[in-house]
């Protein structure tokens, strides 16, 4: 699944009519129990936006694939909001940010940088 689009039958690959529907009531299936619980889980690590560091260059909404990231007017000028309903935490935003104010909750740049150096990695 991606983002609410199920691949059911022959989108999914080659088959006969009884794999098509099949498949097609799996994925039905799978709608009915998403719908019927009555909310849905947002991804953990979703980007957010330290609005002290953010000098509002718009890079980061240029690079958002999901259209989660915009420029709002703040009391320190405008800066990046991120909409948490819409981030998938793919972390574009973070590589472009210039000044490293976008950071992913629970997967901070420092975080990545601590597992390199502890993989043996080279440090850029």
Known sequence: MLSG????GTAQAPRGI???LAS???AAAKVMSLVLKGYTELEPFVAFV??????????????CP??????????GGRK?????????????????C????IQLKGLKNVQIENMIKAAG????
């Open 5 to 8: 689009i199920f691949i059911a």
């Open 18 to 20: 009884s794999e098509t």
């Open 24 to 26: 097609a009531s799996a």
């Open 50 to 63: 330290d609005l002290e560091r953010c000098r509002g260059s718009g890079l980061c909404v240029g690079e």
């Open 66 to 75: 999901y259209g989660a990231i915009v420029i709002k007017d703040h009391a």
């Open 80 to 96: 990046a909001w991120v909409n948490e309903a819409l981030c998938k935490g793919c972390g574009a935003c973070v590589a472009v």
């Open 98 to 101: 210039p000044s490293g104010a």
């Open 121 to 124: 990695g080279a440090y850029v």
